[in-house]
């Protein structure tokens, strides 16, 4: 079975400031691993995955991720926010092959606040 | 459909009662998920269903849970004799045909249905 542990919370910044989500994970298989966001009041977006080859991963509104094996872990960055990313973003992860690699395991969340 | 829909959005309701959530998933998606969202947690899976493949129920917390779904189309999560702790968010997602790819293709989750027992 996987887990996901995203260590912080809550992560307020101000405008402007560069920002890292931070996540880890376990598990005994290779794994593909998500990040989504979640603004209020909706549903989840997927803002980037990491399936396999580069380990840096490009997504939506500028945010990337690096999936580093040997840390099990697969950290979230954006260079410069806005206020518009205040939402909360999970981390998540699943089997990449398997009986399981339907089922997704989401972090308990990270709520980033932008303050101006 | 162009997305995920989730009816109710929201749905407040006496502790004892039933309740039925619906979730109608992108067309041509095969696979279905349900997933609740606890104040301050993360997602719990709760059911998936692929096609007409039996369901994986391991994520129901208790028999008062169950899940519908017909061929591809529309889902239903019913919660019968509701307890306070039910209170969460439901979320639904769905996804292509896994036997593609697993869950590489990502899943395109709904808005949610805002479940409150009182």
């Known amino acids: 079975a996987q887990s996901v542990t995203q260590l912080d919370s809550q992560v307020p910044v101000f405008e402007e400031a560069p920002v890292e989500l931070r996540c880890n994970y376990s598990?005994?298989?290779?794994?593909?691993l998500f990040w989504y966001v979640q603004y209020p009041n909706q549903g989840l977006q997927l803002l980037l995955k990491?399936?396999?080859?580069?380990?840096l991963v490009k997504g939506i509104n500028g945010f990337e991720a690096e999936f580093n094996k040997s840390q099990t872990s697969f950290h979230l960055r954006k260079p410069s926010v806005h206020i518009s990313d205040t939402a909360e973003y999970f981390c998540?992860?699943?089997?990449?092959?398997?009986?399981?690699?339907?089922?997704?395991?989401f972090g308990k969340g990270t709520l980033l606040t932008v303050n101006p | 459909g162009a997305g995920v829909s989730q009816s109710p959005s929201n749905k407040v309701t006496e502790k004892g009662k039933d309740v039925e959530l619906r979730c109608d998933p992108i067309?041509?998606?095969?696979?279905l998920y349900w997933y609740r969202q606890r104040l301050g947690q993360g997602l719990e899976f709760l059911i998936y269903?692929?096609?007409?493949?039996?369901?994986?129920k391991s994520g129901l917390p208790s028999d008062r849970f169950s899940a519908e779904r017909t061929g591809e189309s529309v889902s239903t999560l019913t919660i019968q004799r509701t307890q306070q702790e039910d209170s969460a968010v439901y979320l639904c997602?769905?996804?292509?045909?896994?036997?593609?790819?697993?869950?590489?293709?990502?899943?395109?989750f709904g808005s949610g249905t805002r479940l409150t027992v009182v």
């Open positions: 990491y399936l396999s080859g580069s380990t």
């Open positions: 598990s005994s298989v290779s794994v593909y």
């Open positions: 067309s041509g998606h095969t696979a």
């Open positions: 998540a992860v699943s089997e990449s092959r398997g009986g399981s690699n339907y089922k997704l395991t």
């Open positions: 269903f692929q096609g007409n493949s039996a369901p994986d």
């Open positions: 997602a769905s996804s292509p045909n896994l036997w593609l790819g697993g869950t590489s293709y990502g899943y395109t």
